[in-house]
T-cell receptor, first 113, second 123 residues
Framework: AQSVTQLGSHVSVSEGALVLLRCNYS??????LFWYVQYPNQGLQLLLK??????LVKGINGFEAEFKKSETSFHLTKPSAHMSDAAEYFC???????????FGAGTTVTVRA | GAVVSQHPSRVICKSGTSVKIECRSL??????MFWYRQFPKQSLMLMAT?????????EQGVEKDKFLINHASLTLSTLTVTSAHPEDSSFYIC???????????????????FGPGTRLTVT
């Protein structure tokens, strides 16, 4: 069965520290992979996406993610956390040609001053 | 670019009434769009896929007669929650799918652009 898993429902980091959010997928076909951020009571904003081009993808706000086929992972990182990074982050995967997204459960990021 | 709006942002209605939520793409056109619902502290759950000019395809467990979707143009779709009940209270989010980099064998890439969401509370 095809699925997407985000490890860790909550991550707390100090301002300036590394942010690492984990995402693994299960699929028999190469997927498209996305990371979205959601601020309270708002819709989702695309941070970055992987669509079978470069395996290291750079996104907005200093985030990047690396697609590792052997590990079926697409972890999101940011070298130095900022207070404005506090939000909910969703990994999403598209397995088919119907453009549907399957979302992970989400990871809440809090940033300590 | 690629801005999606939703109206209203918040709505409170009485049990048994119907509520219509509008979703518009402001600066682009898209054939395919999606409706999601999100419960507090949970992920997004896909309700239905809609292609302009066609009937919507609903996910398993979503009542098509309760959640009416009209997708009459490439920039406007509406979701009507009919005979709403308190358990329908949720955050409803729409998205439009934008194809990118069209080639001879189809789109090279795509991504969904999301509306800001509508908070529905049924009393």
């Amino acid at each position: 069965a095809q699925s997407v898993t985000q490890l860790g429902s909550h991550v707390s980091v100090s301002e300036g520290a590394l942010v690492l959010l984990r995402c693994n997928y299960s699929s028999s076909v190469p997927p498209y992979l996305f990371w979205y951020v959601q601020y309270p009571n708002q819709g989702l904003q695309l941070l970055l996406k992987y669509t079978s081009a470069a395996t290291l993808v750079k996104g907005i706000n200093g985030f990047e993610a690396e697609f590792k086929k052997s590990e079926t992972s697409f972890h999101l990182t940011k070298p130095s956390a900022h207070m404005s990074d506090a939000a909910e982050y969703f990994c999403a995967v598209s397995f088919s040609n119907d453009y549907k997204l399957s979302f992970g459960a989400g990871t809440t990021v809090t940033v300590r001053a | 670019g690629a801005v999606v709006s939703q109206h209203p942002s918040r709505v409170i209605c009485k049990s048994g009434t119907s509520v219509k939520i509008e979703c518009r793409s402001l600066d682009f056109q898209a054939t395919t769009m999606f409706w999601y619902r999100q419960f507090p502290k949970q992920s997004l759950m896909l309700m239905a896929t809609s292609n302009e000019g066609s009937k919507a395809t609903y996910e398993q467990g979503v009542e098509k007669d309760k959640f009416l979707i009209n997708h009459a143009s490439l920039t406007l779709s509406t979701l009507t929650v009919t005979s709403a009940h308190p358990e329908d209270s949720s955050f409803y989010i729409c998205s439009y799918n934008l194809l990118q980099g069209l080639g001879t064998s189809g789109p090279r890439s795509y991504e969904q652009y999301f509306g800001p969401g509508t908070r529905l509370t049924v009393t």
